[in-house]
């Protein structure tokens, strides 16, 4: 349809020209809420990624400023987030050892190539791909994923030091170190905790009750990960609780990031290929969904090829500014939403902001505890685990609830990447086995009518010599043996047979194996003598058979309908007619 | 419908008491024959493996004695086949130098993987994995394997030394040598080369006009192997030809085959479980056509899952008698059903005559020259390069070609695996692709019908407020997204709009990602104050559709046809009605 135009359009050019000063205000407003909510995240998601605190910031920097250029979507923020961080330790955390320089330069080589696919993915229009991630396997891929970063983020809280990127891995580490709990970090983390919590839960209520406005009050309890920050921040620096062993993120180099082309050396880029791959495509689905459902509020229309351009220069961006990958964050673009962003400029007036922070505010970082970093981690990845989901997945339907488990419990005990490629093979595996033993009806005339039913369902007319077969699916490889065999097997049953209608209301598609299928049907029906027609072949269909061999050699008719072919092959009234009885007559809505 | 019993059962029970004597004579003369085509092609196709020549009759023994016991096929006969024994030397010929004892223990092991895969499959009734292997697929890689086995016969016709298992590695190895090609070698393969083609294309005619039946021409032209086995190991061995540079079999061990358990490390199975996997997959599928071309001559019928069994314990056989992986041959299974087989015991017989041909003419086949074993090779796999498939599949459509020439060029130039498992990905690929972007229509009633056709081919009655949609496909999650943006597209172009049917009689299956997006799309017409309607929707669907929350959440109506929604919905007579004409009006069967 309308999709798929080109990309490499610059958007900026849309909304720069009538960009005004009530623009501004509410945009600079925006940006101020944004940064606030902005910094303490982008420190956690850059530990949770296994980086320098850092790293989050600068990857906020040219990310946000390109995204403002290339972005379709008009408040979304991009930056770092939980998911995609995790996704970075995973891939890197096997690779190189932790704290490495290695491990820093993989995690730049991570955002460039995965950059650099969504870019080559967004000029080559392959936006559709990320229709191969359906939706059972990405909730059953976040829910577990938020479920391991919580797991991750319990040594920091604890004191302790676990490793591995999955829950086995983790909980075992943590289970031998249990007696070695650092009581002090753990106050600090369960007070912090605390607070976030109150503030998420009562913070808005009571806010709201003191006669602010909801929107306001939401604003507000979003800024309580930076007062925790704040507040842990002094409270360390003023006790000196460092040298009472506190982990602490210690002195961060000050000023804004070098701007380097990252290395690029193959042997470098080989063992991150695939992992930059899987960070590309969920990083699109997901700031795709994001971008969608802020563009349905406000009725506006998101271009998935140029979302994926936006979001490939954005981490491009950041593999240049020695930042980590990026992708569009849903809790920050909804605030951003809340509190009156108009245009991307909200983003360039946000990267100033946090470009001012990384200047200044860097020798603060130094008394910061990590385990606030932690507690702000998992206060903001628990509202992603969705049990619900699970829930009603599991009575909706088995192929799906299969596909949502294997991901779900594979990213939990092995890996993300094994989790999503599983679950992706799976989806595949199991639409291809529902459509290859499709439904089938053998069908009869409503007696007096043109309408043709069930015979297993309804009380219709039928024939000893004459059969009308209703396939409900496309026909293409995955049932091409399948329409052999049900033909076949409705021959055998029918030794009278003459004349055989495969009606075809429901076949969208014929493709060469099942054409080589129909070629088989139609010679062996014609050594037993059987004829064999076709009915409500749709159009493009039929076309499509038309460029063949097949017409011809058919040894019957091709009828617009059914009742056509009823008319031209029923045999003389009160030949051999007889009305076939069901036990199961029904008026449901079967056709 | 009726396949997928359980397995495990002895076909052999069902035949077996009814065996007579006119059975044994049927039988007892096509195993004669069956074991003169047997003998040249198990020693060539062994060969082909890069095995010493005693293996491929070895393979021959217990595989054809274990089929006859677990088998459904009446007359198929297994063993070794050229494309399985390509398959197997490209899976052993990176991992083992040629000749080695290791390259001989993994051809074993190769062969009881893929018997122990098979019956795993058969046991999981796993028979529709087949389906996964589209016929453009197999076409592509059938033509192509067989390409790369003539151009890897190229250097014992020569008498030259390649290397390599697709075309670019022959090629380049044998463009190097080719001043040094042996004149004797070469008279000796052109002479059988010869021999062969004119034995295939004139003895078989010139047969017939000396009298003899059609059947009986064709099965002795096709003893013409044996003759030039015989014809040149006698010519070799009278004119000493080995001694003047001809490269022979060589000595070989006489006696039947040692039993024995492959070795059961894990280290030994870990390089060959994906290529035994390739082989057990490649190996039903194309038995399984065999089989059923077979039983469909007798009007029989065969079990795809008890076909798993029967040739997963034949290859297990092999594994345990020294031999290499087998399937059924196409070839010889027609000679079998031509010279009369009419039980499985013709393979038993057959084993029988194998087993004395490997007791007492071992000793001659050292004077047997290679190049008449690729000769057979040659004349025998020249029948399956196909390229009147390949034409036909490119005038029928464009998805079906582009994965037939990715699996053909793929393993012409890099390797049957990756050919394979390309072109398998890919056809899963652009089914998702087709289907992802289904062909919809928005429709209007026929005047004065119950008929509703779509707007742009029909003239048909439509209103401002009021439209009805059908899209031709079922709703997964490859269309989920599709689906969002065609309903709010055609929402946003019809500002009036208050009623909106979805018309499903295409919709096979609705899938939890389509159910997430039907939600979606609710809730964003209730916003836009448009009523959402289903009419149409197949039991199934409706049935599962039942067990959500979706029909109490749904704004609009379920209405079991598109006429009961059009009179349910449609606004009083005069008011804003229009008929909607269109240039292009057809009577085409665009339903």
Redesign the interface.
Known sequence: ???WRLGLQLPITQWLPRYNRQSLSHDVTAAVFLTIMLVPQSLAFALLAGLPAQVGLYACLLPLLLYTLFGTSQTMSVGPVALIALMTAATLGPLYSLGSAEYLTGAVLLAFLSGAMLIVMGLLRLG?L???????VISGFITASALVIIASQLQHLLGLDSRGHNLIGIGSTLWQQLSQVHGLTLVMSAGVLLFLLLARTLLAPALQALGLAERSAAIISKSAPIVAVLGATLLTWGLDLQARGLAVVGEVPRGLPPLSLPPLAWEQWQPLWLGALLIAVVGFVQSLSVA?MLA?RK?QHVDPNQELLGLGVANLGAGFSSGMPVMGSLSRSVMAYDAGARTPATGAFTALAIALATLFLTPAIAYLPIATLAAIIIVSVASLVDIAAIK??F???R??FIAMLATLVLTLVHSVATGLMVGVGL???L??????????AVLGRVPGTEHFRNTE?HRVEVYPDFALLRV???L???????L???V??LV?EKPQLKDLVLVC??V??I???A??SLDNINA?LQD?KVRLHLS?????V?D?LN??HFPATLTGQVF?STYAAWCALRPEPGDASSTHTSNNISD????
Do not use: C, W
């Open positions: 349809m309308k999709r559709f990320a229709n191969f991630l359906s939706h059972p969608q349905a009725r009603r997945t009575h909706y339907g192929p799906d989806s595949l595996a639409y291809i086995y529902r459509t290859s033993n499709p439904h089938t369902r409900d699916e496309s293409y490889f995955a049932n091409a043996r399948f052999e065999d049900t076949m097997t055998s209301p429901a969208n598609l493709d060469a194996s054409l080589d062996r037993a409500e072949v749709k159009g493009p039929m499509q460029r063949t617009l449901n809505n079967n056709p």
